[in-house]
């Protein structure tokens, strides 16, 4: 979703602004600017398009001077034009802004302001903005932002410009993230923190109605009400170089590789010479999961851990869904969001919805200092380092890990996992990188199927009880970067309508991991098979035999414990997805209509 960026100090802006935005691609966006203060006048470059054409237009016509704000736009209102991307500024041009978020009340606002004389030249919610602080504004800034925010309903996170101070960047935030880099008498802004990692490491995140005040070689912050507040940096430990694609065709595909060590590293967080952290908070007997997408995928794991491991209650929802339920207080009931991004804006309506419930929650997100993180007392953090890629890869697999260890603490604290399988499993894991990076030598395979089946129509995938969120995952992946339609179903559901679809050669992808499972999903895959499909399972060694006897094709992971399957049959559907996208000239790591981090309802 939508990037912003801004600089000032003493070196040229440009180049900054636009690295800064070329690092902020992966969320999504369909147009791009910056503004730069030159000689004490703001001068704005603005194009729908990538940021190529964006470098064309400042190659074209250079901005020079030091302080700077720039924006990537994902549109919500008004079509991605020329007119309608960031920058906005007044009627007179002299304060400009870029804003993340959507302003709620923007027609209310418009009309106020244009019976006022306001001329408006865009359809975007955040022109109001740039008009607002201009009527507002009295010759301090700091007093215009405290006023406007008060008349601004919706979401925002807002950097401005303005000719009358011109040495002075401010920027605000209400649920859209904003972070501070604090540098050597410069200091940098970014929406999230792999924008900014070339410069610092020290970063300063802003809570939600502060306002910072940015000057060369000094940060203020104050509340919305006008009190100095003293927040203290963080210091983050990725460096750079995790936010660069080091030699990988696309960061999917290098993410796909981190994945053995990002579950390392997971695992070494968690688990001690001493055993397991205890991880959730008490011992719920209930736990209910809340989350998006991928990590909702990853959430539906966490409840078949759960109760397999912990014997505990447990369900994974939608967040979006959840938010507008009836819930029911439970009196021992934990509720765990679970986010890459920790800023996904349905997540935390629903956390919110958990808390006012009286539920105990905690949180598990691959973002420290994400909204999430910092919403929750308890949170739980995934060390699957920056993702960039949309489609979510690494993050997915250290959510799922994670979720293994905590149902497993749970189950040990509640009696009813032994440590014998405990110890089991942990060992099962600590070898399990090893067999990652085996499976990943080998892709050939994957990239000849999808040569081969790069013109179909539909695809399906299909599985049991965990096999069946895995699928769900695999057609996910699928959807997203390759744009081929597909269909995720648990297997036993087919014969209820959607084995209609099958075709002369539909392909039909199993996932098998599970040995009670077995016998039933081949059952439906040969009912599949019957009706004209191309059928493939995809399993441990260890069933192999018995699934060629049904599938047309037969794809293996190493052997592993059941429980730890999972996260190996991933790989290759990962790998498929990537494929898949390759073969048909996919922008795989910024796909269509899509945002990394989706901060709007
Ligand atoms: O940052 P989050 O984990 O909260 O994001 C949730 C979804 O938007 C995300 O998982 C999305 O489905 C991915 N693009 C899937 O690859």
């Known amino acids: 979703m939508c990037g912003i960026v801004g600089y000032i100090g003493n070196q040229e802006a440009q180049p900054i602004l636009l690295d800064g935005l070329r690092r902020l691609e992966y969320r999504g966006y369909d147009s791009a600017g910056i503004a730069v203060m030159q000689q004490q006048k703001i001068s704005v470059r603005k194009c729908a398009g990538r940021i190529d054409k964006l470098q064309q237009l400042t190659d074209a016509s250079p901005l020079h001077g030091s302080i700077g704000i720039g924006h990537t736009r994902w549109a919500t209102h008004g079509e991605p034009t020329d007119l ?11 304060i400009a802004i870029v804003h993340n978020g959507i302003i709620e009340n923007h027609a209310a606002l418009r009309r106020h302001l244009e019976a006022q004389g306001c001329v408006f030249v865009s359809q975007t919610d955040t022109e109001v903005v740039a008009h607002l602080i201009h009527t507002l504004y009295r010759g301090d800034m700091m007093a215009a932002l405290q006023q406007a925010i008060r008349m601004l309903s919706g979401s925002y996170a807002l950097a401005v410009l303005c000719e009358s101070e011109p040495d002075v960047l401010y920027c605000v935030r209400l649920g859209s993230p904003l ?5 050597q008498g410069e200091m940098f802004l970014a929406s999230d923190i792999p924008a900014i990692l070339p410069h610092t490491r020290d970063v300063l995140i802003l809570e939600d109605r502060e306002i910072a005040v940015l000057k060369r070689g000094s940060i203020e912050v104050f509340d919305d009400l006008g009190a100095r507040k003293t927040p203290a940096p963080l210091h983050v430990s990725w460096d750079a170089a995790a936010a660069e694609k080091g030699g990988f065709a696309h960061f999917m595909l290098k993410e796909i590789f981190e994945q053995p060590d990002a579950v390392r590293k997971t695992l070494s967080a968690y688990c001690g010479p001493d055993g397991l952290q205890e991880m959730l908070p008490g011992a719920p007997d209930l736990v209910n999961f809340i989350a998006c997408g991928t990590a909702y995928h990853a959430g539906m794991a966490g409840a078949y851990y759960f109760a397999q491991l912990a014997d505990t209650e447990s369900a994974a929802h939608i967040a979006s869904e959840y938010r507008y339920r009836k819930l029911f207080p439970h009196a021992n009931e934990a509720v765990v969001a679970i986010s890459q991004s920790g800023e996904t ?3 935390l309506a629903a956390l919110r919805q958990a808390m006012e419930m009286g539920a105990h929650t905690a949180a598990l997100t691959n973002t420290l200092g994400s909204t999430l993180d910092r919403t929750v007392s308890r949170s739980l953090l995934t060390y699957a380092g920056p993702e960039i890629a949309v489609a979510s890869t690494k993050a997915y697999i250290t959510q799922v890990e994670t979720l293994l260890l905590m149902a497993m603490d749970l189950g040990l604290r509640k009696g009813k996992l032994t440590r014998e399988r405990a110890k089991e499993l942990l060992d099962g894991l600590a070898k399990l990188p090893e067999k990652m990076e085996s499976l990943l030598k080998n892709q050939a395979y994957l990239q000849q199927y999808c040569d081969r089946h790069m013109h179909e129509k539909l695809m399906f995938f299909i599985g049991r009880g965990m096999d ?6 695999a057609a996910l992946k699928f959807k997203e970067i390759s744009y081929l339609p597909c269909e995720a179903y648990a297997a036993g559901e087919l014969k209820h309508g959607p084995i209609a679809l099958i075709n002369n050669g539909t392909p039909v992808i199993a996932i098998c991991t599970q040995e009670s499972l077995l016998e039933k999903t081949l059952s439906n895959l040969r009912e599949t098979k019957a009706r004209g499909a191309e059928t ?5 060694q260890r069933f192999a035999e018995r699934a060629a006897r049904e599938a047309d094709i037969v794809w293996t992971v190493p052997d592993a414990d059941e429980l730890l399957l999972p996260l190996l049959v991933m790989l290759p559907m990962q790998l498929l997805a990537y494929h898949m996208a390759v073969a048909q000239g996919r922008d795989v790591d910024k796909p269509r209509n899509l945002a990394k981090s989706v901060t709007v309802e």
């Open 536 to 540: 493939i399972c995809v399993c441990p």
């Open 84 to 94: 309608n991307a960031h920058p906005h500024t007044d009627v007179k041009g002299d």
């Open 179 to 183: 972070v501070v880099g604090v540098g």
């Open 345 to 347: 804006a349905d997540t």
């Open 468 to 473: 069946h969120s895995l699928a769900m995952e």
